[in-house]
């Protein structure tokens, strides 16, 4: 049986959207593949911070949690991650109990064609060129900035 979309927000988020992963973006920019590929491999059991969307994911992961709204909103982890580096990112999202159990790892490969695919209605990234891909092929899309002016703390309790 198919996957029911229907009557659902699917969101797709990249993982640099969802996580600070500043340093590990530096070291991908500047060592290339393979050290970034280490790194996340020597660190797969720290817990990454929550980046610039974690907030709005989570609030959007909450509307589940509002009778009659089971299942109303679906996120997907979109990254041009490799499987064999993502460990450390399903590790942080089981850590902070978010809700999300699907994710695209295109091992460095474009993720617009991805998007239609898993019936995206909107694409957050901190990935200029992959928000522009999404609205080239007809998706809602927006950049979620990266500049670590805000911090999201997830154990500050929430207002109900």
């Known amino acids: 049986m198919a996957y029911d ?6 969101v797709g988020v990249s ?17 290339g593949v393979d050290a970034y590929k ?12 929550p980046g610039s969307g974690f907030g709005l ?25 490799s499987p064999d580096t993502s460990l450390r990112m399903f590790n942080s999202i089981n850590h902070y109990g978010l809700g999300i159990t699907r994710a695209v790892l295109s091992s460095g ?4 064609p991805y998007l239609a695919a898993f019936k995206t209605n909107l694409f957050l990234s901190a990935h200029e060129d992959d928000v522009q891909s999404a609205i ?21 309790p929430r207002s109900p």
């Not at 979309?5 to 699917?10: A, D, G, K, T």
């Not at 994911?57 to 041009?80: W, Y």
């Not at 490969?109 to 617009?112: I, N």
């Open 57 to 81: 994911v989570r609030a959007l992961l909450d509307i589940n949690k509002l009778p009659g709204h089971e299942g109303r909103v679906e996120v997907i982890v979109m990254s041009r991650n």
């Open 5 to 10: 979309l229907e009557h659902r927000l699917v």
């Open 136 to 156: 080239d092929a007809g998706i809602a899309a927006g950049i979620i900035c990266t500049d670590n002016k805000y911090y999201f703390d997830p154990e500050t």
């Open 109 to 112: 490969g474009c993720l617009a």
């Open 38 to 49: 280490t790194y996340q491999e020597q660190h797969e059991n720290e817990f990454m911070k």
């Open 15 to 31: 993982s640099r959207a969802l996580f600070d992963m500043t340093v590990e973006n530096e070291i991908f920019e500047t060592q």
